[in-house]
C-alpha cells in the first residue's frame, strides 16, 4: 500500500478496484501507522483559512456525532474507521466549515470528503466563478471566496471582500455567505455584499428578497435578525458600534458594479481613492485635508485606465495629480 492510495481514497477518486484495497489494507493493523503519516501530511499542507474557532469547535463536535450514529448502524463500516483515527478526520475537514463532510454508508463510498475551493483575487484583479448549483459570483479586487466543490444540503461559503451574487434558485437548499458574525441568507436572488476586514459589512439587494443576520454571541451559534432585505435596500453593518443602518440604493449601480463600471455618488475623494487602490493596484496618497473631503459624483468603467480617471476626475474637482509608475500624489 503507498501513500498517494491513501491520499486518493481521502478525496474520494479512487476506482472501484482501488477502493477495495484499501478496504482490506484498513482492517491490518499495520494500517493506523502509514494512515496517520497520510493524515499528517494533508494537515501540514492545507493553507491555514483562518477559521473561527468557536465554529471550528461546533463542527467538530457535529462530525463526531455524525461518526457515533454511523457506528451504531453500521458496524462494516466503522470497522474502517477507528476510533483514534477520528481526530485526524475531523482536522482534514474542519475547513469546509458548516456540514460539508459527508458519510457514506454505501460500499463504493466510505468516506468521502467534499473539496474545497477558494479563489482570491490580489489588487487589480477581478473575476467570474460559476459555482456547482449554477450561481454566478463575480468577485472584486482583494477579495476571496472559500467554498465547497459540490454543495450538500444547504449551500454555505465565506467571504473575505466583495462580490456581486447571482444565486440559482433553490427552495430546497438555501444559500448562505458566512462574513466574520454576518450571515447573509437567500434561496435565489441577486445581491452585493462588501465585506472587508476593519470595515463595516454592507449588503444590497438588486433582485429577491435577503435576510441578514448575525451571530449575538461567541459561545453559541443563536443569530440574531440585522434585517431583511428588497429590491434597492441596503444595510451597513458596524461591529464596533454593533449598529445598523438602512438605506436605498440603485438597483442599476449594483449591476454597473457586476459589469465592472465603479460609481461614486457624493462620496468623499479620500473613500473614492480608497476604491482606486484596490481595483488599480495603485498607492495614491492626497496632499491637503480639504481635497480629502472634496465630493465626487461620477461612473466610470475598469476598462479605462487609472491615469484617464484621474484626469477626469481632476477636471471636475478641479485638482492636479502626477502619476509616476504606480504612485498618484493628490494636489491643489
Request: net charge neutral.
Amino acid at each position: 500500500m503507498n501513500k498517494v492510495l491513501l491520499k486518493k481514497y481521502l478525496n474520494n477518486t479512487c476506482s472501484d478496484q482501488e477502493l477495495e484495497q484499501v478496504k482490506q489494507f484498513l482492517q491490518q493493523p499495520e494500517s493506523a501507522g502509514l494512515f496517520r503519516e497520510v493524515l499528517d501530511e494533508a494537515w501540514q499542507e492545507m493553507e491555514d483559512p483562518e477559521l473561527d474557532l468557536q465554529a471550528m469547535a461546533t463542527y467538530r463536535q457535529q462530525l463526531m456525532q455524525n461518526f457515533q450514529n454511523d457506528n451504531e448502524s453500521s458496524q462494516k463500516t466503522a470497522r474502517l474507521w477507528p476510533k483514534r483515527w477520528l481526530k485526524y478526520a475531523a482536522i482534514l475537514a474542519l475547513p469546509l466549515m458548516f456540514g460539508i463532510y459527508q458519510f457514506s454508508k454505501s460500499d463504493k463510498e466510505v468516506a468521502a470528503k467534499v473539496a474545497l475551493l477558494e479563489v482570491y483575487n490580489p489588487k487589480g484583479q477581478r473575476s467570474q466563478i460559476t459555482l456547482s448549483d449554477g450561481t454566478v459570483v463575480y468577485l472584486g479586487s482583494n477579495s476571496k471566496i472559500r467554498y465547497p466543490k459540490t454543495f450538500a444540503n444547504i449551500r454555505e461559503m465565506e467571504l473575505v471582500g466583495e462580490a456581486f451574487f447571482q444565486v440559482k434558485r433553490d427552495t430546497t437548499r438555501p444559500f448562505i455567505i458566512h462574513t466574520n458574525k454576518i450571515q447573509t441568507k437567500v434561496l435565489g436572488t441577486s445581491f452585493k455584499i462588501e465585506a472587508f476586514q476593519g470595515s463595516p459589512i454592507e449588503v444590497s439587494v438588486a433582485t429577491g428578497k435577503v435576510s441578514v443576520d448575525r451571530q449575538s454571541n461567541k459561545s453559541n451559534k443563536h443569530l440574531t435578525s440585522v434585517a431583511v432585505l428588497t429590491p434597492g435596500h441596503l444595510v451597513n453593518w458596524d461591529e464596533q458600534t454593533e449598529k445598523a443602518t438602512l438605506n436605498e440604493v440603485s438597483t442599476q449601480e449594483l449591476e454597473l458594479w457586476k459589469d465592472g463600471n465603479l460609481t461614486f455618488n457624493n462620496q468623499r475623494l479620500a473613500d473614492v481613492v480608497t476604491v482606486l487602490e484596490r481595483c488599480y493596484n495603485v498607492n495614491i496618497k492626497i496632499l491637503s485635508d480639504d481635497l480629502s473631503n472634496y465630493r465626487i459624483n461620477t461612473t466610470c468603467s475598469l476598462n479605462e485606465s487609472i491615469d484617464k480617471i484621474m484626469s477626469v476626475m481632476s477636471k471636475a474637482g478641479s485638482f492636479k495629480y502626477k502619476l509616476e509608475h504606480n504612485q498618484i500624489i493628490i494636489s491643489n
